[in-house]
């Protein structure tokens, strides 16, 4: 690396070289009236190269906090207030800490590194901007080079590998369908050939034929190009459909992180197995829905011990006592006192 950015680790050992991203123990609170609201606690993956790693949980367990803090979108009473973001390059130098950059060396590395997909297409398409010229002004900005001509035919070819015909490059964004508005949003965040996207429900506001050609190409796409992708939903079939491994959060931690397979045959965590149960399963035949009773916490009073145990039907005496914490079970991490050291 010629330029230091001021977030270099120096230890080149830190992880190892398939992983892209690597998040250790990454705290975010909300600075609230009544103290703070820890909607991230103790957060820990690595990301490999190329690989989708799902995030669900049920609203409100932290997942848009966590996409907001993995991409340095996030605006205050929000604060990282503890933990590590480490981005691994292609070049092999060493890790950067996302955690520590500057605002100035944040823009450089974004969309050409780690580029966002959120929810709604509105958010990251500007209404008054035709298509094409966002890919325009995006593909310029991080390559002085490039002539306007050619760069008109980089956004319709982005726009055609996503499915958008060149044609609609020159239409403003609400003269789109929503579903296309979206898969032009993925074209955008693709545009500077990131190794990294992250995705915040990006599917939840289209219907589900919609959702199914969006997430083919996600994954046709991840295929072509090699990005790595967390993405985030309160859909657990959907991402044991789409994702290599998953994460589950509630109350702000991961409580389970496996295998999509080894989360859908064999949950662990009782949370886990009631949140596949509550959805019906992509194309496996139906199980009946059970889904789980009660709501999730209140993040201002977080309940004591394991986080799970006002919902859980298998909870025991301690489990309202002691937090439990991720440790391996047959491969897969998960947080339940069901699993003691040992077992
Ligand atoms: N602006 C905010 N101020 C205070 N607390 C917030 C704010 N936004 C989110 N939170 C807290 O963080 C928790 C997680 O929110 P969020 O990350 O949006 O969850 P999810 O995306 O899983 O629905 C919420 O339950 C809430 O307690
Ligand atoms: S630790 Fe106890 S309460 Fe929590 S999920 Fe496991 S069994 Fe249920
Ligand atoms: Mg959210």
Not at 88 to 95: K, L, Q, S, V
Not at 217 to 233: H, K, W, Y
Request: proline residues 7%.
């Amino acid at each position: 690396m010629t330029e230091t950015l001021s977030g270099t680790v120096t230890d080149p050992a830190a992880a190892p070289s398939d992983v892209v991203l690597d998040v250790r123990g990454l705290n975010v609170e909300y600075a609230t009236a009544d103290g703070p609201v820890r909607a991230c606690v103790d957060v820990s993956f690595e990301l490999r190269r190329g690989e989708i790693l799902g995030v669900a949980g049920e609203s409100g367990s932290g997942k848009s906090t966590l996409i907001t803090a993995l991409t340095r979108l996030q605006r205050p009473p929000a604060v990282t207030s503890a933990g590590q973001l480490l981005y691994h390059g292609r070049d092999g130098a060493p890790p950067i800490d996302l955690v520590t950059l500057s605002g100035r060396e944040l823009r450089r590395l974004r969309w050409t590194t780690l580029s966002i997909v959120l929810q709604s297409a509105m958010d990251a398409l500007n209404p008054v901007m035709r298509v094409g010229a966002q890919f325009v002004d995006a593909l310029r900005t991080h390559d002085r080079r490039l002539d306007k001509r050619a760069a008109w035919e980089q956004a319709a070819e982005l726009l055609g590998m996503v499915g958008v015909s060149a044609d609609r490059a020159r239409a403003y964004p609400h003269e789109l369908s929503g579903g296309m508005r979206q898969r032009a949003s993925i074209a955008l965040a693709l545009a500077c050939r990131p190794d990294l996207v992250v995705m915040d429900e990006p599917t939840t506001a289209v219907d589900v034929v919609m959702q199914r050609q969006i997430l083919a190409q996600v994954l046709r796409l991840r295929r072509e190009l090699g990005f790595a992708v967390v993405f985030v939903t309160h859909d657990l079939s959907l991402l044991l459909e789409l994702a290599d491994r998953v994460a589950i959060m509630y109350a702000g931690r991961i409580v389970e992180l496996g295998t999509a397979a080894s989360l859908y045959a064999q949950p662990r965590h009782p949370y886990t197995r009631g949140l596949r149960d509550s959805f019906p399963p992509l194309h496996a035949p139906l199980r009946r829905l059970t889904g789980i009773s009660g709501s999730p916490p209140d993040l201002r009073r977080p309940p004591s011990g394991c986080p799970f145990h006002p919902r859980c039907r298998e909870r025991f005496d301690g489990c309202d006592e002691r937090l439990p914490v991720l440790r391996d079970v047959g491969g897969n991490d998960v947080a339940c006192h069901l699993y003691p050291e040992g077992s």
